[in-house]
């Protein structure tokens, strides 16, 4: 059978009656989410890497231990331990995240993709340098579901999982950080063009 066949659940059973085989299924299916979401946050691949296998090992002890009671949240669960990782990272560092996209690029170089000559991107740096202090700005709440949003690619559901608030509360979050995004723009008389 392949492992897109096979149930989280089905898996997690499999693994705590000793086949290590299923836990390799679970952690190769999910990965490169896990380990996307903490390097949002960190901005650094050893220190993600690190915080990567930290989860994990905190996910094989739940497991055998069998505190973990499967409801059909093994991803927003695992993606919990790893947020909370991460955040613990930078409360014992006190440093700010970046954020950045899937792809390891800062949010803001998204904006455009066009070719530049060398003066145009300067400028463009210099803009970025000025929203990504912007962001900073932000309430830490709306940077979180920002990130896991855009950048982590997490649906509304997994957030307000992840986060333990509803997902209305997720939601308004996002129009929030938004909505603020704008108006720091707007008085800070930011052209984004």
Known sequence: MK?????????????????????????????????TTIYLIVQDKYIAEDIFQETFIKVVRTLKSEKYKEEGKYLPWVITIARNLAIDYFRRNQKMPKITG??????????????KNREEEMI???????????????????????????YGELSFKEISDITQVSINTALGRMRYALHNLRKLIEEKELSLR
Do not use: T, W
């Open 124 to 150: 463009q740096n210099q803009k970025e340098a000025k929203v990504r202090e912007l962001i900073k700005l932000l309430p830490q709440e709306q940077q979180e579901v920002l990130v896991l949003r855009h």
């Open 102 to 115: 899937s792809n390891g690029e800062d949010i803001i170089k998204n904006l455009q993709v066009f070719e």
């Open 3 to 35: 492992n897109f066949q096979i149930s989280d659940k089905q898996l997690i059973k499999n693994y705590r009656n000793g086949n290590e085989a299923c836990f390799e299924m679970l952690l190769n299916r999910y990965k490169s989410k896990v380990f």
